[in-house]
Structure formats: structure tokens, C-alpha cells
């Protein structure tokens, strides 16, 4: 209980930061990190049948994508998954490759009921921080609405997948410090 109280206090001092930088850095940073204003909401079974549109192909913990244009659905903590981590095809925080040059459409999906996250991707490496300051974020998510019971919050973005090693991370804190994270290798 402590825990989650202090999560949601966190997450309001740190929205606040990210909506006060967002306005001095631009629309730009406004609309890559829109700090949860575009989240939908979706039932448990529309969540799994959104999570069978990933189009990737598992092999051991990495997802393979082929092709000019990749979806990527990735859930937040399905359950019976430990807490906090990432999930896409029942795989917790793969490795994700995908080509050069791609459109990568995401739908990330926090399944996890009384806590939110972010799926944000970056060129900062771990490890992070408590409180991450992960910065520049180059497309994501910004916060999720906090789920209730069987209303969960889903959010989707276009990225211009180009070469180079990259990591998603959740931005609520102490989340990619104990492990919310994964790599994405683009080539
Ligand atoms: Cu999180």
C-alpha cells in the first residue's frame, strides 16, 4: 500500500516536470510525450485480441519484424507476469528487431490494474535512475491512466524506425530502475 502511494505522488511531481519542459521545449516534445491525453480504453478480451495483432515472430527472448511496416503490441504486466515488466506474445521485456527504415505502428497496453506506466523508447542506455530523467525520448506513450477493474488504457504512435540500438522504458519512477525496460535493435 505504502508503495503505491508513493508511485502516485512521484508520478504527479514528475508529470508536472514533463508537461513544464514539453512547453519550453515545443510541440514537438508536447506530441512525442503527450503525458497520457491520447489513451483509449479497452476490455480484458479486446486487449487480447489486440495483443494477437503484434506482428512479430518470438525466437528465445528476442521478437523478429520484417517488412516496411511492423506492429508492435505490448502489454504492461498481464497477469500471472511480475511486477513491473513488459510483455509482447507472453515474452517479458524481449529484445525487439526490426529493419531499418520501417514504420513501426505500436499499441501499448497497460493491463495492470492500480498502476500506471509509459512505453517511451530512447538512446539512453541502462541503468536508470529512481527518478529516470531519460531524455531525448524519441516517440512513445507518456503516462497511462491508472486502470480500474476491467477497463484498461491503451495508447497507439507511429515511429520512423531508423539504424541504431535503442531501449523502452517506463518512465514512472523507480519502474525502469527495477527492470521495465527492454532493447530494440534497428538495422
Ligand atoms: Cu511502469
Known sequence: MNHKMIVHNSHYVVKGTVIALAAVLGMGVASANPVGNSYKVATMPQVKSML??????????????????VHVVVAAVLPGFPFPSYEIHD??????????????????????????????????????????????????????????????????????AKAGTYYYVCQIPGHAATGMFGKIEVE
Open 52 to 69: 494477437k495483432q503484434d506482428s512479430g515472430k518470438v525466437s528465445g527472448n528476442t521478437v523478429i519484424y520484417t517488412g516496411k511496416k
Open 91 to 160: 515474452v517479458k521485456n524481449p529484445t525487439l528487431k526490426i529493419p531499418a527504415g520501417a514504420t513501426v505502428d505500436v499499441t501499448f497496453i497497460n493491463t495492470n490494474k492500480g498502476f500506471g506506466h509509459s512505453f517511451d523508447i530512447t538512446q539512453k542506455a541502462p541503468p536508470y535512475a529512481v527518478m529516470p530523467v531519460i531524455n531525448p525520448i524519441v516517440a512513445g506513450t507518456g503516462f497511462s491512466p491508472v486502470p480500474e477493474e476491467g477497463k484498461f488504457g491503451y495508447a497507439d504512435f507511429t515511429w520512423q
